[in-house]
């Protein structure tokens, strides 16, 4: 569902409304005491707060959901976040159509982006290649313009909650280098191995994995991720919601999303 498109119809009605009741007032002096007029003046008057809300949720901050695991551990099943709209450029709310440029993602960025075979749905994923690298991934390593991106093995993963282990898998954790950034990614060592694979990226294109390397659905599949269809850097959790562990996940909320 388009909420972009809704919210900011919604606000344009509710502004004609809000303009049709000013304008039959001063026609008609007598108009206020009339029903059709008090409804133009109610329904008018949620004209600001519509605008306010689609101006933030278009080019400062937009909350979202994480509904799959392939984001863990850096994000879980029932995290809210908060994505930066204005990190990779202001975008018109509706057609996506970029407006101002402010800056480009940057390797190890947790970025939302609309969903290359299906611009309706978002995903959430992070940037591993940048326009013009050359990334390989072989034996669950991977290699950006020849170079090996450094992993270390930290421990198992555990999981609880809804974003328990699988029953008799026992996934590990690593610690993966990607240029600057330093994160953590989820790697089942039973999971039979992809073959050695190799992608270059064109140019207005970013190359982009889920963390959790053997559970998501990334570039890996479907290749890259247009420019156009990025929606924002995810920054920070607001909100970890598992009823299954007590339902609010207190020492998730405000966590940096790196």
Not at 217 to 241: C, Q, Y
Not at 243 to 250: A, D, E, Q, Y
Request: charged share 20%; aromatic share 12%; glycine share 10%.
């Amino acid at each position: 569902m388009n909420y972009s498109l809704i919210l900011t119809g919604l606000m344009l009605a509710s502004g004609l409304m809000w303009l049709a009741y000013f304008v039959w007032l001063k026609l008609d002096q007598t108009a206020e005491n009339k029903s059709l007029v008090r409804w133009l003046g109610t329904l008018g008057s949620l004209f600001p707060v519509l605008f306010i809300v689609v101006t933030v949720r278009s080019f400062v901050f937009e909350p979202f959901k994480i509904p799959s695991g392939s984001m863990m551990p850096t994000l879980l099943i029932g995290d809210f976040i908060v994505v930066n709209k204005y990190s990779y450029g202001l975008r018109l709310p509706v057609g996506n159509a970029k407006i101002l440029e402010v800056g480009d993602p940057e390797r190890g960025d947790v970025v939302v982006f609309r969903y290359p075979e299906d611009p309706d749905v978002n995903y959430i994923k992070r940037v591993v290649g940048l326009p013009g690298d050359e990334v390989t991934y072989r034996n669950k390593v991977v290699f950006i313009n020849g170079e090996p991106m450094p992993q270390e093995q930290v421990g198992m993963w555990i999981g609880e909650g809804r974003n328990r282990n699988p029953p008799g898998r026992r996934p590990q954790l690593f610690e993966e280098s990607l240029g600057d950034v330093d994160h953590q990614i989820v790697i089942y060592p039973d999971s039979p191995g992809r073959p050695t694979q190799t992608w270059t990226v064109p140019e207005g294109h970013y190359f982009v994995l889920g963390d959790n390397r053997d559970q998501s659905l990334d570039s890996r599949a479907w290749d890259f991720v247009p420019e156009e269809n990025l929606v924002g850097k995810a920054t920070r959790i607001w909100m970890h919601w598992d009823c299954s562990i007590g339902c609010v996940g207190w020492d998730r909320i405000g966590k940096a999303i790196e």
